[in-house]
């Protein structure tokens, strides 16, 4: 049996590529089920990829509670060049040099950044300044300081390391920048450097094995969608994230 639209509720798992924004994501959905209730529990940087949890229907009433779930991310860290966006999709203006580093020294550095940290958001991010992202006046060349917020790590581990990037896994709380992150990490380092990859793994007891690809959803009937919306709770939802 078709199902109604008006009828149509719940959470929409979908593996976000590199190079399209949340909102695009969010507008896919939109067209393909015909309707206009459709949000997201947290933006995803163009250049990120993973784990974008889509809100349908009465579902979007639950994303501020939603939204504060932690989170966590792969990134790999490019030491040597700083951007003015903190990714591989800004334009580089400082370059330094990389010290020799060792294994040991980047796990102490790693571990002395766990718990609570003061972190300034980027002046490109979706903070909202005046009614309009922060984004949107630095591209303006009017871009803002915005003010510390602080933010929590419970894990900041080391995955792979080379003379010049860092793969490093990050489980935080809502509202931390993994950009503003790894630029410390450089910093605390005695270099520069930027994010070239960032990976969504997780969000709350979400998991992005659970996701669909981008490409399936534009692929698929509106019933398919329909098909695959989860109910609010995920199934481990007595566990921790």
């Excluded at 507008?27 to 309707?35: H, I, N, P, T």
């Excluded at 529990?41 to 889509?54: H, N, R, S």
């Excluded at 639950?62 to 932690?70: S, V, Y």
């Excluded at 060049?81 to 040099?97: E, H, L, S, V, Y």
Aim: charged share 20%; proline share 8%; glycine share 8%.
């Amino acid at each position: 049996m078709r199902v109604e639209r008006c009828m149509v509720e719940g959470l929409l798992l979908i593996n976000k590529p590199p190079g399209v924004t949340s909102h695009d994501v969010v507008q896919v959905v939109r067209r393909k089920l015909g309707v206009q209730r459709v949000g997201h529990t947290g933006t995803l940087d163009p250049m990120a990829q993973g784990l974008l949890i889509l809100l349908v229907g009465r579902a979007t009433k639950d994303q501020q509670r939603l939204q504060a779930h932690e989170k966590t991310y792969e990134a790999v860290l490019r030491l040597g060049t700083q951007t003015d966006t903190g990714d591989a999709m800004g334009k580089p203006i400082r370059t330094a040099p990389v010290p020799p580093l060792d294994q040991n020294r980047i796990t102490r550095v790693l571990a002395s950044l766990k718990g609570p940290l003061a972190q300034r958001p980027p002046s490109y991010s979706a903070v909202k300044v005046k009614g309009r992202p922060a984004h949107w006046w630095a591209r303006r060349h009017q871009p803002v300081t915005l003010p510390e917020r602080l933010v929590h790590l419970s894990e900041v581990t080391l995955l792979q390391c080379t003379p010049e990037t860092l793969t490093f896994r990050v489980h935080c709380s809502a509202g931390t920048y993994v950009r503003a992150l790894a630029e410390s990490i450089a910093e605390q380092l005695g270099t520069l450097g930027h994010l070239t990859s960032l990976v969504r793994l997780r969000v709350g007891d979400w998991r992005i094995e659970d996701a669909r690809p981008l490409s399936w959803v534009e692929a698929s009937s509106p019933d398919a969608l329909v098909h695959v919306l989860q109910p609010l709770c995920p199934p481990n939802a007595s566990s921790k994230g």
